[in-house]
């Protein structure tokens, strides 16, 4: 690790670490690899806003030899950046061997795999052109280490594009499940904007933030509750219940989410891109 990045990893920043984990790696690992046969018939969310930064990628004109895929899941966008001409070798790392496993089977060409911590990757310094990292970190208890690690595996005019998901995702959901179970909570927690910014800014000096509330619609909450199971993307807190939650909660929670004119429902997601040159 080079010297600016030790003075970091020794300095506040380190240590704005939430009191609030979102889960055990080892449970994430393994609830999205049993996910991972239905992951990419649910992926709307995914495909949008990976798009938005194959999109950006486009743009700038990147030309690079070396190209990561950080929370690669599938291999879907790790095939996307596997067939731009303009970026050579990908490799697409994932903490779950499940998601490895299924990519390596899907996904062909010049392509290698790599089951890792993205807080840990065992690469060298200065050694990638590119990280491209679709709706994994939110998955992180404290995003500072996965963006040091980014910073440090980056060589000098290498880019990171980044996407995540801030406080206020899928309020509707919340809010509903507050009124059907009180004091239980049923949606993940995530960032607050104002404490991803400050330590985006920190981790990144110069680092472009870009923010969109997206909503996406469903027929139902079950619908939606449905899509984030197929995602391997549901509540994964200490503090849910161990058991099912019975019928009469599911319903009062159905009851209590807002619905559209037609009856359907819409899902707010409050998305965040990162986009930065080392």
Known sequence: MNA???TLVG??????????????KVDIAREFGVASATYEQASRLQRLMGNAMIAELSRAGFQGERALDVGCGTGWFT???AGMASVGRV?????????VERARNTVTGDVSWLVADA???????????????NLMIQWCSDPVPVLLECRRLLRPGGRLMLSTLMDGTLNELKKAWEV???GRPHVNRFEP?????????QALPGAQFVRRTIALPYESPLALTGELKQLGAGFKGD??????TGPGRVRAMCKAYPRQPDGSVAASYEAAWVYWQA
């Open 239 to 244: 503090a849910r219940r161990k058991t099912l």
């Open 119 to 133: 807080e840990h990757l065992p690469l060298p310094d200065d050694s990638v052109d590119l990280i491209f990292s």
């Open 11 to 24: 300095s506040d920043l380190s240590e704005c670490q939430n009191d609030l984990p979102i889960a055990d």
């Open 91 to 99: 490799t697409g790392v994932d903490l779950s061997a499940g998601m």
């Open 180 to 182: 059907a179970d009180p």
């Open 79 to 81: 095939r996307a950046l």
């Open 4 to 6: 600016a990045l030790h």
């Open 193 to 201: 904007e104002h404490r991803l910014r400050e330590l985006v800014t």
